[in-house]
């Protein structure tokens, strides 16, 4: 990427609260995370109702990667995103606080409702960037995630605990309902080698997968040296998803 280019993906990632990067992400890399993803299954079922989740016998979702493999840790740490992340905020923290694989399998792939990320990171100022990039592709015909433009503007939304495992907190329909109005409904496209990185503001969820593709993809997030947890609200959130996941038993 340019120089030039570089700094259109910036202004676009600032104006509309999450860009596309074509080609930003090494496919030999992507191909061992997958079988990365065999040895950490084993270690994550230990933390099952936390950081593995389920849907008719397949893997729906897995949690919190980097605490069983430092190998997607050495990744992150690593990774070109880093760069561009030091463009847009300047330094990063060392801690890593998010790195998830979402599975969206073939027929069975739930919805992921309209969220903002700040909902469970709770981060003030929200100096946070997240990187999702799919295993094979992710398009309409799959669940591929959407964005609604500009959304990040709105600062924090409250959140409800009524999503689904993996992908808790969400907005409620009248406050989706308002930003519909408002923004513009973004859905995206991306082959093996793309990623979208995105704000923790931005309004964003994924439809459900019915069709006969899986939509495999992992997720990993940034915070600048600035960023830091705002604990009451961080708190009140794990009170949530507690609640949350005591229903779901």
Known sequence: MSKTNFLNEKNNYLDNGFV?????ISKPEID???????RVKKLATLNKHRDFHLING???SMHNLADYSDYYKFF????????FFNSVYGSSS???FNSSFFAKPRRNGLETIAH?????????PPEIMTCWFPVDFSD????????????NTLGNIPHIAEGNLGASMCINQENINNVARKFDRHEITLSKGDCVVHSPLVVHGSDANLSEFDRRAFNFSIAS???HRLEESYQNYQNKVKKFLKNKK
């Open 20 to 24: 596309i990067l074509r080609d930003f």
């Open 32 to 38: 061992k995370l997958i079988e990365e993803l065999e």
């Open 58 to 60: 397949r893997v729906s």
């Open 76 to 83: 992150i740490q690593n990774s070109p995103v880093q760069d």
């Open 94 to 96: 060392s801690k890593i």
């Open 116 to 124: 903002q990320d700040n909902a469970y990171f709770c981060m003030d």
């Open 140 to 151: 309409s015909r799959n669940g591929t995630l959407y964005y609604y433009s500009k959304s």
């Open 225 to 227: 040296s600035n960023a």
